[in-house]
C-alpha cells in the first residue's frame, strides 16, 4: 500500500512557537487531509487540500501542498499546549485507495 | 447530533477465540471505514464501504478477517481465531459519500483489542 511518510517523527516546542511537520508520497494523489490524534479527542480532522490547491489556512493552521515534490506541509503558528498530539496526513489517491502517513509526535512545553 | 460510536470499547480475548466488533456510523454517512492502529504506530487501513457497493477489502490482512455492513447503517469488524499480533485499537471512521474522499472522516473512539 501506498503510505506517507512525515518528518520528523517527534518534534518538542516551546509554546507560542511555530510547528512544521512534512507529509511525502509516491504515487499521485486526489486530495490529502491532515488529522490531529490525541488521548482527549480522539482522531479529529484538521484540513483538506485539494491536488490542484497549493496552500490553504484554517485559523493557526497551514497546509502547503507540492505535487511536483509529491509533498506537503502543515504549520502550526503560535503553539499551544493543547496542540500537543500526533498529526497524521491522509492521502487519497484514485480509485478511492488511501492511506494513512506514519505520524508526527508533537509535544508543546507550557 | 450523535457521532461515530464503537462497541465494545476494550475487549480482551484468548489467542484462537473469535471477536466482533462493532461500528455505529453517524446517520447519513454512506461510506464507512475500518482501520486498525497498533500501540505507538500509524493507522492501517483495513477496509471500506461505500453504500450498496461491494467493499472494498483490499486492506484486510488475512483471511481471518471479515467485516459486514448492512445497508448504510451499523457495521461489524469480525477476527476470527485471533493471534496476539491482531492486538491494537480498531478504529472506524465514517463519512459522506466517498467519491475522490472529498469528505473529511469522523472517527470512532475506538475499540482496544488485547489478544492474551
Known amino acids: 500500500s501506498q503510505q506517507g511518510e512525515e518528518d520528523p517523527q517527534a518534534l518538542s516546542i516551546q509554546e507560542g512557537e511555530n510547528a512544521t511537520m512534512n507529509c511525502s508520497y509516491k504515487?499521485?494523489?486526489?486530495?490529502l487531509q491532515w488529522y490531529r490524534q490525541n488521548s482527549g479527542r480522539g482522531l479529529v480532522h484538521l484540513i483538506l487540500i485539494r491536488s490542484n490547491e497549493r496552500e490553504k489556512h484554517s485559523g493557526r493552521l497551514r497546509v502547503t501542498l507540492d505535487t511536483s515534490k509529491k509533498s506537503s506541509s502543515l504549520l502550526i503558528t503560535a503553539s499551544r499546549a493543547a496542540d500537543t498530539a500526533s498529526y497524521f496526513c491522509l492521502l487519497y489517491y484514485g480509485n478511492n485507495r488511501l492511506a494513512f502517513g506514519k505520524g508526527n509526535q508533537v509535544v508543546v512545553i507550557p | 447530533g450523535a457521532g461515530v460510536s464503537q462497541s465494545p470499547s476494550n475487549k480482551v480475548t484468548e489467542k484462537g477465540k473469535d471477536v466482533e466488533l462493532r461500528c455505529d456510523p453517524i446517520?447519513?454517512?454512506?461510506?464507512l471505514y475500518w482501520y486498525r492502529q497498533r500501540l505507538g504506530q500509524g493507522l492501517e487501513f483495513l477496509i471500506y464501504f461505500q453504500g450498496n457497493s461491494a467493499p472494498d477489502k483490499s486492506g484486510l490482512p488475512s483471511d481471518r478477517f471479515s467485516a459486514e455492513r448492512t445497508g448504510e447503517s451499523v457495521s461489524t469488524l469480525t477476527i476470527q481465531r485471533t493471534q496476539q499480533e491482531d492486538s491494537a485499537v480498531y478504529l472506524c471512521?465514517?463519512?459522506?459519500?466517498?467519491?475522490?474522499?472529498?469528505?473529511?472522516?469522523?472517527f470512532g473512539p475506538g475499540t482496544r483489542l488485547t489478544v492474551l
Open positions: 471512521a465514517s463519512s459522506l459519500v466517498a467519491a475522490g474522499g472529498y469528505n473529511e472522516q469522523f
Open positions: 504515487t499521485s494523489i486526489n486530495n
Open positions: 446517520s447519513g454517512h454512506t461510506a
